[in-house]
């Protein structure tokens, strides 16, 4: 089975920084885009940022300039580096990735989440 394991989330206060961490693991064909999300208490899940296996990312305009998304392919691992971190940030980060376990069906994977809370 796959498995997404996030890391990295914790209490910071405003103004600090965080980085996320989503390793990949099990039976992996091929992974496309992965990404992060986030849902705050009594909101909707929203993206944060995805980015493809050849690099090219894709961000919420309201984070640009703050979050920067990355990759390691060879560790099948995606991170998210959280600057100048907000209240309104709080949320629970998940990871996501598009990948192949067999050779024809793309599918949707999530992480179990990893708590980010932003103090004033």
């Known amino acids: 089975q796959v498995q997404l394991v996030e890391s990295g989330g914790g209490l910071v206060q405003a103004g600090g920084s965080l980085r996320l961490s989503c390793a990949a693991s099990?039976?992996?064909?091929?992974?496309?885009?992965m990404g992060w999300y986030r849902q705050a208490p009594g909101k909707q899940r929203e993206l944060v940022a995805d980015?493809?296996?050849?690099?090219?990312?894709n961000y919420a305009d309201s984070l640009k300039g703050r979050f920067t998304i990355s990759r390691d392919n060879a560790k099948n691992t995606v991170y998210l580096q959280m600057n100048s971190l907000k209240p309104e940030d709080t949320a629970v980060y998940y990871c996501?990735?598009?990948?192949?376990?067999?050779?024809?069906?793309?599918?949707?994977?999530w992480g179990q989440g990893t708590q980010v809370t932003v103090s004033s």
């Open positions: 980015i493809t296996n050849d690099g090219s990312t």
């Open positions: 099990g039976s992996i064909f091929s992974i496309n885009t």
């Open positions: 996501h990735a598009v990948l192949k376990t067999g050779w024809i069906k793309w599918n949707d994977y």
